[in-house]
């Protein structure tokens, strides 16, 4: 019997496409942004590094090493650690992530030339983003021309503050939403409030009957001028509370509130969606927990179109399709600014 469904045909991409970025999407922007300086009293002027880290990079950063112990993975190194109370490691990974927002990011999106993420963003104008990703590049972008607010940009609501003298247009909605599905480093979620009067030795912590997700875009807040941050009634938020790390087993982190949420709102685009276009994301064996969700929803929509942008993208189409055989899987084996210079063309 002839099964339409196993016809290969190219994915039609456009704003009713569904893109899922990882990583790899990030990569391209520390080579397009060009090096970067700063200015020292003592040794005069220095390039900075601030790019986007690939998995080598993060091996030095984070853990001080050329290469891996025999055994191990990077996501064996983070459990570790965290399992012994060492959050650097982590604090040391988003503090990465967050200065290549701070540089790279916002001198790409403000730029008057063209690159690869402006013609990205303004090629899918109105698309809606799901992503692995902690970092804000995509926030960066669809901010400048109005297409994101913080408010429902993730697609939960988020407290936000403005900053002094700031309006907020009215009704104004985002176009787009970036939702993270390992938590966002400019989000965090206050499951408590100090209920009563501190000065009068009566006030209690008391756990709120909802939780409540706030903006925080801490040292990269110039990045969103309009606003400022929404400090925390209990403290300072920790880096883990606000992502998912990057361990070998992600159960527990994906039963956040903020995932929990933000997977919901994820899955009903699945649902809608024309296809699905992965950029720049590996499908580690690691994930699985974490895209599962996101490609059994797809197999089960009636549609299952997933095309993958990636140099990988070949050996990921064969093992995806082995292992979700209602998915009809695309490989584009291109990195995404080779993709950007071929005009996003589907295969």
């Not at 060009?34 to 601030?50: A, E, F, L, N, T």
């Not at 408590?192 to 209690?204: C, F, H």
Request: hydrophobic fraction near 35%; charge should be negative.
């Amino acid at each position: 019997m002839h099964d339409s469904r196993m016809e290969m045909r190219p994915t039609e991409i456009d704003r009713l496409s569904l893109f899922l970025l990882g990583a790899g999407f990030n990569i391209d922007a520390t080579r397009e942004a060009g090096p970067m300086y700063g200015d020292s009293i003592y040794v005069g002027r220095y390039q900075i590094d601030c790019s986007y880290p690939l998995v080598g990079d993060v091996l030095k950063l984070c853990f001080g090493l050329d290469k891996l112990p025999a055994g191990k993975t990077v996501e064996n190194l983070f459990a570790e650690h965290l399992q012994a109370g060492n959050y650097k490691p982590m604090e040391t990974l988003v503090d990465r992530l967050m200065e290549a927002d701070y540089r790279i990011a916002s001198k790409l999106a403000l730029s008057r030339s063209s690159n690869s993420y402006k013609k990205f963003f303004e090629s899918f104008n109105g698309a809606q983003f799901l992503t692995f990703n902690y970092d804000s590049l995509a926030e960066i972008f669809l901010s400048q021309d109005g297409s994101w607010q913080p408010e429902d940009g993730y697609a939960v609501p988020v407290l936000t503050e403005l900053a002094y003298g700031a309006k907020r247009p009215p009704n104004a909605n985002s176009r787009s939403v970036v939702i993270h599905l390992h938590g966002s480093a400019c989000v965090y979620t206050v499951q408590s409030e100090i209920v009563g009067t501190p000065g009068a030795g009566v006030a209690q912590l008391v756990r709120r009957p909802e939780p409540l997700y706030a903006f925080d875009a801490d040292s990269i807040s110039h990045c969103f001028p309009h606003y400022r941050r929404v400090m925390s009634p209990t403290g300072c938020v920790r880096t883990e509370e606000r992502v998912i790390a990057p361990v070998p087993d992600k159960r527990e982190g994906l039963k956040e509130a903020f995932i929990c949420e933000s997977y919901t709102k994820a899955l009903q685009l699945v649902r809608q969606a024309r296809s699905l276009i992965a950029v720049g994301y590996s499908f580690s064996p690691y994930d699985r927990a974490s895209y599962d969700p996101v490609l059994q929803t797809l197999a089960h929509s009636g549609v299952g179109d997933l095309m993958i942008v990636s140099p990988q993208a070949g050996e990921l189409a064969r093992r995806l399709s082995t292992e979700y055989a209602g998915i009809r899987v695309q490989p584009v084996e291109k990195s995404f600014g080779k993709w950007a210079t071929d005009e996003f063309s589907a295969p």
